[in-house]
């Protein structure tokens, strides 16, 4: 994926959003058609986010999606169709998604403009990350209720302690529920805890190795903390976050307390321009790490990054990580 600055790459403290706001409306050019026509069936719908309360009279139908997860949940609920745009991938797209992703007009690398957003006619932005919704940037929730566009932020960034399974089946079902489309997001939901509950049936009587997880940093360590969906898929694939009482989804901690810690495994998240090499050669080349388990034995595992996000790669990354932590044993 592209660099992202630190402050901004996971944007790890929500933006206040203690605002109320009714959406009941949008731009002319996108929700005009609509107006006047009373409730589609099964609206108006609404829904408490982040903060924000949206009521739906009818499914968006120009949305504009900012950040991997968000684009590939769309896509995965099959509303390519309702897309008028989206921004700023973490990686490549799943390649069961590319056909309808390469329909879609991409705004921009990054995030886009407010200009290039609203040049799109949203009536609806979903924002993975918080620093989707910059206020300096004039893509704030607020101000685009006032341009009649509602918005969604992934609840990985304004949940209240532990992201889990339970804030993931809820991240679908009110996507699903808001799109119109709730038997698809009933069939998502079903799939992944199935995928998911075969991995933590095969690894429920392993030992689960102490799991440090290297994203980057020198000075001290950019790390997944207790509080995102990276440290609940350590957890189902049969491992233990050693940095689980860090109150946050990402944050920085001292070498010593790696060292102290003494994990047996380190995940590196692989993404932008630094190399899962590279990564490495910094923990094995810096002797002070040398008695550190994981770094004495070598033992790294790796997941993109885009799959330690709440989306539709959870239970990927719960599979894979799972055979990583707890190979099968070659055959006799």
Same mark, same amino acid.
């Given at each position: 994926?592209?660099?992202?600055p630190?402050?901004?790459?996971?944007?790890?403290?929500?933006?206040?959003?203690?605002?109320?706001?009714?959406?009941?409306?949008?731009?002319p050019?996108?929700?005009?058609?609509?107006?006047?026509?009373?409730?589609?069936?099964g609206?108006?719908?609404?829904?408490a986010?982040?903060?924000?309360?949206? %009521?739906?009279?009818?499914?968006?139908?120009?949305a504009?999606?900012?950040?991997q997860?968000?684009?590939?949940?769309?896509?995965?609920?099959?509303?390519?169709?309702r897309?008028?745009?989206?921004?700023?991938?973490?990686?490549?797209?799943?390649?069961?998604?590319?056909?309808?992703?390469?329909?879609?007009?991409?705004l921009?690398?990054?995030?886009?403009?407010?200009?290039?957003?609203?040049?799109?006619?949203?009536?609806?932005?979903?924002?993975?990350?918080?620093?989707?919704?910059?206020?300096?940037?004039?893509?704030?929730?607020?101000?685009?209720?006032?341009?009649?566009?509602?918005?969604?932020? @992934?609840?990985?960034?304004?949940?209240?302690?532990?992201?889990?399974?339970?804030q993931?089946?809820?991240?679908?079902?009110?996507?699903?529920?808001?799109?119109?489309?709730?038997?698809?997001?009933?069939?998502?939901?079903?799939?992944?805890?199935r995928?998911?509950d075969?991995?933590?049936?095969?690894?429920?009587d392993?030992?689960?190795?102490?799991?440090?997880?290297?994203?980057?940093?020198?000075? @001290?360590?950019?790390?997944?903390?207790?509080?995102?969906?990276?440290?609940?898929?350590?957890?189902?694939?049969?491992? %233990?976050?050693?940095?689980a009482?860090?109150?946050? %989804?990402?944050?920085?901690?001292?070498?010593?307390?790696?060292i102290?810690?003494?994990?047996e495994v380190?995940?590196?998240y692989?993404?932008?321009g630094? %190399?899962?090499?590279?990564?490495?050669?910094?923990?094995l080349?810096?002797?002070?790490?040398a008695?550190?388990?994981?770094?004495?034995?070598?033992?790294?595992?790796?997941?993109?990054?885009? @799959?330690?996000?709440?989306?539709?790669?959870?239970?990927?990354?719960?599979e @894979?990580?799972?055979?990583?932590?707890?190979p099968?044993?070659?055959?006799?």
């Amino acid at each position: 994926m592209p660099s992202y600055p630190r402050a901004l790459l996971r944007a790890l403290v929500p933006v206040p959003l203690l605002i109320t706001l009714a959406a009941c409306g949008g731009p002319p050019g996108a929700k005009g058609a609509a107006e006047g026509a009373g409730a589609a069936p099964g609206y108006p719908y609404t829904v408490a986010n982040c903060g924000v309360s949206s %009521t739906y009279q009818v499914p968006p139908r120009r949305a504009v999606t900012m950040n991997q997860h968000a684009t590939e949940l769309l896509l995965a609920l099959g509303l390519e169709d309702r897309m008028a745009g989206t921004a700023y991938l973490d990686d490549a797209v799943l390649p069961a998604y590319r056909p309808a992703y390469d329909k879609i007009k991409v705004l921009a690398k990054e995030y886009p403009s407010k200009e290039v957003l609203l040049g799109a006619n949203p009536d609806f932005v979903y924002g993975g990350y918080s620093s989707a919704f910059d206020k300096a940037q004039g893509r704030d929730r607020e101000g685009l209720a006032k341009s009649g566009i509602d918005s969604r932020l @992934s609840v990985e960034y304004c949940t209240d302690g532990p992201v889990g399974l339970n804030q993931l089946k809820t991240e679908i079902t009110e996507v699903a529920r808001t799109f119109g489309v709730p038997e698809r997001g009933d069939r998502l939901i079903a799939d992944e805890q199935r995928r998911i509950d075969a991995v933590t049936a095969r690894v429920k009587d392993k030992a689960k190795p102490g799991v440090f997880v290297y994203d980057s940093g020198d000075a @001290s360590a950019f790390t997944s903390g207790g509080n995102g969906i990276g440290s609940e898929i350590i957890s189902l694939a049969g491992g %233990t976050n050693v940095f689980a009482d860090l109150q946050d %989804t990402f944050g920085d901690v001292s070498w010593e307390k790696v060292i102290e810690r003494a994990p047996e495994v380190v995940l590196i998240y692989d993404y932008g321009g630094t %190399t899962v090499e590279a990564k490495k050669q910094r923990l094995l080349n810096d002797p002070a790490l040398a008695r550190v388990p994981a770094v004495k034995n070598r033992r790294f595992v790796v997941l993109p990054l885009s @799959s330690a996000v709440l989306g539709v790669r959870v239970a990927d990354a719960v599979e @894979s990580l799972g055979s990583q932590l707890h190979p099968d044993p070659d055959p006799a």
